[in-house]
């Protein structure tokens, strides 16, 4: 082989080895995911990243004709760095989707997927309003107020009246707070007081005791993902699990992936939550064997979010014959419906957000391990912030 053919054939296999370049180029469509891999909410990162790298292992990396490359970017649960990963995403990479994570992150990326018309599926944030920072977003996630209204109705319906609210202090948090206290004064309650816990490294005993000497009756705590095994922890050694307060809460404190950790701290807890490792499904069975052997972890509730956000993007890329063009895309996308290992969701047509059942459950054990289990259902439940401002 003379020097010039010996160069060719070696870029040739380059290209290959990238999986980009030549005629392949067009054919594939990168799906650019900003999480946070590290920082306060990395649980969250991992877990998204565990989910979607599952569904493309079973669903397949082809999608009507064209060869789909996730890369996942991590922005260290920082706003900033989402911003310009998101940026560097369009325009180093050319990503035709955006995947958003947290509520500070997908707030700080949406001025950016509205500038670029790039359709973005938020995957993990749960307050009401990021989803109308941009026309191109749909959450597969969830909001808090779907599930602290509920809770905040179970608890007075069995005759709570005197709560004190606990809520980790960022934007999910205030918005768990508000949609209970809402609901619950309505139904005849008082909130005594609500504490606000730092974010990051939480110590919750100062908080906890304070909240004890108020006497309420119920204790409605709102902790993130990757923070319910230290709530418990710190809980138990208050001696409050054998107080006789009620602990309530949205899914959150019961989160699947701390759960086996809490040993019997949390057995009792009733919350209301969109998602629980035990829900009982063929479906739900499947995918937590799967990925409780891809991951050695227990499937939550932020993992659903990443499962069911790239099955949307497959979906919607199929109604669309892999055109990615922005209000195609998300034209596809809204008033979609299909079932999740949570059970049935859709996407509202009208606000791009997610449509979902609530379940109340109960922690108990099962086979030596806590399970969230689900004794009561609230079908088709929109976000109650969105439906009560389009009255
Ligand atoms: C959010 O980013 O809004 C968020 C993250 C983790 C949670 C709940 C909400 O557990």
Same mark, same amino acid.
């Given at each position: 082989?003379?020097?010039?053919?010996?160069?060719?054939?070696?870029?040739?296999?380059?290209?290959?080895?990238?999986?980009?370049?030549?005629?392949?180029?067009?054919?594939?469509?990168?799906?650019?995911?900003?999480?946070?891999?590290?920082?306060?909410?990395?649980?969250?990162?991992?877990?998204?990243?565990?989910?979607?790298?599952?569904?493309?292992?079973?669903?397949?990396?082809? #999608?009507?004709?064209?060869?789909?490359?996730?890369?996942?970017?991590?922005?260290?649960?920082?706003? /900033?760095?989402?911003?310009?990963?998101?940026?560097?995403?369009?325009?180093?990479?050319?990503?035709?989707?955006?995947?958003?994570?947290?509520? @500070?992150?997908?707030?700080?990326?949406?001025?950016?997927?509205?500038?670029?018309?790039?359709?973005?599926?938020?995957?993990?944030?749960?307050?009401? *309003? #990021?989803?109308?920072?941009?026309?191109?977003?749909?959450?597969?996630?969830?909001?808090?107020? %779907?599930?602290?209204?509920?809770?905040?109705?179970?608890?007075?319906?069995?005759?709570?009246?005197?709560?004190?609210?606990?809520?980790?202090?960022?934007?999910?948090?205030?918005?768990?707070?508000?949609?209970?206290?809402?609901?619950?004064?309505?139904?005849?309650? %008082?909130?005594?007081?609500?504490?606000?816990? @730092? &974010?990051?490294?939480?110590?919750?005993?100062?908080?906890? %005791?304070?909240?004890?000497?108020?006497?309420?009756?119920? &204790?409605?705590?709102?902790?993130? =993902?990757?923070?319910?095994?230290? +709530?418990?922890?710190?809980?138990?050694?208050?001696?409050?699990?054998?107080?006789?307060?009620?602990?309530?809460?949205?899914?959150?404190?019961?989160?699947? /992936?701390?759960?086996?950790?809490?040993?019997?701290?949390?057995?009792? *807890?009733?919350?209301?939550? +969109?998602?629980?490792?035990?829900?009982?499904?063929?479906?739900?069975? %499947?995918?937590?064997? =799967?990925?409780?052997?891809?991951?050695?972890?227990?499937?939550?509730?932020?993992?659903?979010?990443?499962?069911?956000?790239?099955?949307?993007?497959?979906?919607?890329?199929?109604?669309?014959?892999?055109?990615?063009?922005?209000?195609?895309?998300?034209?596809?996308?809204?008033?979609?419906?299909?079932?999740?290992?949570?059970?049935?969701?859709?996407?509202?047509?009208?606000?791009?957000?997610?449509?979902?059942?609530?379940?109340?459950?109960?922690?108990?054990?099962?086979?030596?391990?806590?399970?969230?289990?689900?004794?009561?259902?609230?079908?088709?439940?929109?976000?109650?912030?969105?439906?009560?401002?389009?009255?």
């Amino acid at each position: 082989m003379d020097r010039k053919a010996f160069v060719a054939a070696g870029l040739a296999i380059a290209a290959i080895a990238l999986g980009t370049g030549g005629a392949g180029a067009e054919d594939t469509l990168k799906i650019g995911i900003v999480m946070p891999m590290t920082g306060t909410l990395a649980a969250g990162g991992r877990e998204i990243s565990t989910a979607v790298k599952l569904y493309m292992a079973q669903h397949g990396d082809t #999608v009507a004709g064209k060869k789909i490359e996730v890369i996942i970017r991590d922005d260290a649960s920082s706003p /900033d760095n989402a911003k310009r990963l998101a940026q560097e995403l369009i325009v180093n990479d050319h990503v035709s989707f955006l995947g958003a994570d947290i509520t @500070p992150s997908a707030m700080s990326m949406a001025p950016i997927a509205t500038e670029a018309k790039i359709p973005t599926v938020v995957m993990i944030s749960g307050t009401s *309003v #990021v989803t109308e920072r941009s026309p191109y977003y749909v959450r597969t996630s969830f909001t808090l107020g %779907q599930q602290s209204g509920i809770i905040a109705d179970w608890a007075i319906k069995n005759g709570s009246r005197k709560a004190v609210s606990v809520l980790s202090d960022w934007a999910p948090g205030a918005e768990a707070g508000k949609v209970f206290e809402a609901n619950f004064t309505k139904g005849g309650g %008082q909130v005594l007081d609500t504490l606000k816990v @730092p &974010l990051a490294n939480p110590d919750f005993a100062p908080f906890l %005791q304070r909240a004890a000497d108020l006497h309420p009756d119920a &204790l409605f705590v709102f902790v993130p =993902a990757g923070q319910a095994g230290t +709530f418990a922890r710190h809980f138990a050694e208050r001696g409050l699990d054998k107080s006789g307060i009620k602990l309530i809460g949205p899914g959150d404190i019961v989160d699947d /992936d701390d759960l086996p950790t809490t040993g019997d701290t949390l057995l009792g *807890v009733v919350t209301a939550g +969109f998602y629980s490792a035990a829900h009982p499904s063929a479906l739900n069975k %499947q995918y937590t064997a =799967a990925y409780q052997k891809a991951s050695g972890h227990r499937a939550n509730f932020i993992s659903v979010g990443g499962y069911d956000g790239i099955h949307l993007i497959y979906e919607a890329l199929k109604k669309t014959g892999g055109k990615t063009d922005a209000d195609a895309v998300i034209g596809a996308m809204k008033g979609m419906s299909w079932e999740s290992p949570r059970g049935p969701i859709a996407i509202d047509p009208r606000t791009r957000d997610i449509v979902q059942n609530v379940y109340v459950r109960k922690v108990e054990k099962k086979d030596g391990e806590p399970w969230a289990m689900e004794f009561a259902t609230f079908e088709a439940v929109k976000d109650p912030l969105k439906e009560a401002a389009a009255k």
